[in-house]
Nanobody, 125 residues
Framework: QVQPLESGGGLVQTGGSLTLSCTASGGTFNFMTLGWFRQAPGKEREFVAGISSRSSATKYKDDVKGRFTVSRDYASNTVYLQMNSLKPEDTAVYYC??????????????????WGQGTQVTVSS
């Protein structure tokens, strides 16, 4: 079973940037739709961004549009989340996960399956 491994989180000031990476352990992501999700303290986990298996489609949460960019590199089997103009409300643990049925079924990915350890992003004001 392919397990995602997230990295790249850290502490950044408001307005700063971070790039998160998600690599695959035990297989390849290259034929899968992938999504980035986040969970802030005391809040439910939510979808942030997703990219289809062939990179032909992307999807974003409304409040990250224009600031975050999801991409993937097939050679390295890695999915990225470039985050610019970060705000304190972006503070959360960020997770990478496959979306088995595609970008129209993000809610299924939120409800079912296991989650990795995630990577902490903290934006200071």
């Amino acid at each position: 079973q392919v397990q995602p491994l997230e990295s790249g989180g850290g502490l950044v000031q408001t307005g700063g940037s971070l790039t998160l990476s998600c690599t695959a352990s035990g297989g390849t992501f290259n034929f899968m739709t992938l999504g980035w999700f986040r969970q802030a303290p005391g809040k439910e986990r939510e979808f942030v961004a997703g990219i289809s298996s062939r990179s032909s489609a992307t999807k974003y949460k409304d409040d990250v549009k224009g600031r975050f960019t999801v991409s993937r590199d097939y050679a390295s089997n890695t999915v990225y989340l470039q985050m610019n103009s970060l705000k304190p409300e972006d503070t959360a643990v960020y997770y990478c996960k496959t979306i088995p049925r595609g970008l129209d079924y993000i809610s299924d990915a939120l409800k079912f399956g296991s989650w990795g350890q995630g990577t902490q992003v903290t934006v200071s004001s």
